[in-house]
């Protein structure tokens, strides 16, 4: 058996790596072809799965969300590498099933190649953006069944005439760990930082460290942790901030040698022991906020982390998620200082939904 597995976005990737650990366990000799439509896969490279389309960025970042963004990535070559990508997809053979796992243009993207498709749609829910008529078309002649992330989507899905199934949100999976990212033995609080995972995370965490820098002086028994993701390279951050970094300690220290940000790649122990999260980022900041932890969010420097964005994100995981509707210093910090003297530190549950584990399990019996 070979699987096809179509995925558009870094968060995305993440999902599929989780279906993929499902199948790997329920039948480890499955041939596995990852075909990411944004960004790099580097979700699958780290798990030793090598992508099968290398993407160039685009200036959306693949986060299209207004008209004008569309054009400008048109200007940089987005219908010729789409046609690359239709080439790809449809040049794969003798694969049982294909999984897309995003919107609905990854659905269409994943139709070329011609085997039954299953389909997640990561990108929309009723909570906040329910599927449009023509999207509810598509989804009707493209999916053999989809597997919404919530179930007031799965049984508007189901209302509309849909084959869908809510078996839990993948993203979910397997969130919760005891490891430690930082030693703490005196329980002072913990502020984590997720500064999204497209370019615009470099303005994003050039703006965190200031605010850590002014938090430090009022609360300075505070610990300071960011979750780096892959895609933003540490060297340009010390250029453009100013600060040293440590690659032994892993510490970035300010230039009055005053305020220590620890930077680690391990997303799911920082968020598992961070007090709360200063956050501009998609999947991370939901995957947070699944914990139990307070997120707090402003108003970022690209379309990922837009106002319109967090009020989506809010409306999908309730008021856990603090949106501060003005840039302003003064009133973030005001917040964040709120939470510091909470200092209390949830213990997410440790039960694991494992919804990749059922939706894997409905899929191989359906074919």
């Keep these: 058996m070979s699987i096809l597995i179509v995925s558009n976005g870094h968060g995305e990737d993440t999902i599929a790596m989780n279906l993929i650990h499902a199948i790997q366990k329920k039948n480890p000799h499955t041939a596995i ?32 969300r207004s008209i004008k963004d569309l054009i400008i990535d048109i200007k940089a070559g987005l219908i010729n590498h789409i046609r690359s990508q239709i080439k790809t997809i449809k040049a794969i053979q003798d694969n049982t099933i294909t999984i897309a796992v995003g919107d609905v243009f990854c659905l ?33 002649k493209l999916a053999k069944h989809s597997f919404p992330r919530d179930k007031q989507t799965a ?31 005196n329980n002072l609080p913990i502020i984590g930082l997720l500064p999204g995972s497209r370019k615009e995370g470099y303005a994003n965490l050039n703006y965190m460290i200031q605010l850590c820098e002014q938090c430090h002086k009022n609360n300075p028994q505070t610990i300071f942790a960011c979750a780096l993701p892959h895609t933003l390279d540490i060297q340009i951050i010390v250029q453009e901030t100013q600060w040293a970094y440590d690659p032994q300690s892993k510490y970035l220290t300010s230039p009055n040698n005053s305020c220590h940000i620890y930077i680690t790649p391990h997303f799911k122990e920082l968020i598992n022991q961070a007090t709360c999260i200063i956050g501009l980022a998609g999947t991370a900041n939901e995957q947070a906020l699944h914990l139990g932890k307070t997120v707090i969010c402003f108003e970022g420097f690209g379309p990922q982390s ?18 501060c509707h003005h ?14 003297k909470k200092t209390t530190i949830i213990s997410p549950s440790s039960s694991n939904i494992n919804a990749s584990k059922k939706i894997i399990d409905y899929m191989l019996k359906a074919v």
């Design 108 to 140: 269409w993207l994943a139709s070329f190649n011609k085997t039954p498709t299953f389909f997640l749609p990561t990108a929309k829910s009723d909570h906040f953006m329910p599927h449009s008529m023509i999207e509810r078309y598509l989804i009707r």
């Design 306 to 323: 837009s106002l319109k964005r967090f009020k989506e994100q809010q409306q999908l995981m309730g008021n856990k998620l603090i949106i």
């Design 155 to 185: 049984d508007s899905f189901i209302q509309h005439k849909l084959p869908a199934s809510f078996f839990g949100n993948p993203m979910m999976d397997s969130l919760h760990t005891t490891k430690k990212i930082i030693e703490n033995p």
């Design 33 to 64: 072809m990852a075909c990411p439509l944004v960004g790099e896969g580097t979700a699958y490279s780290n798990n030793q799965i090598k992508p099968i389309l290398k993407n160039p960025t685009f200036p959306s970042g693949g986060f299209i």
């Design 327 to 340: 840039k302003i210093p003064k009133e973030i910090l005001k917040i964040l200082t709120l939470e510091i």
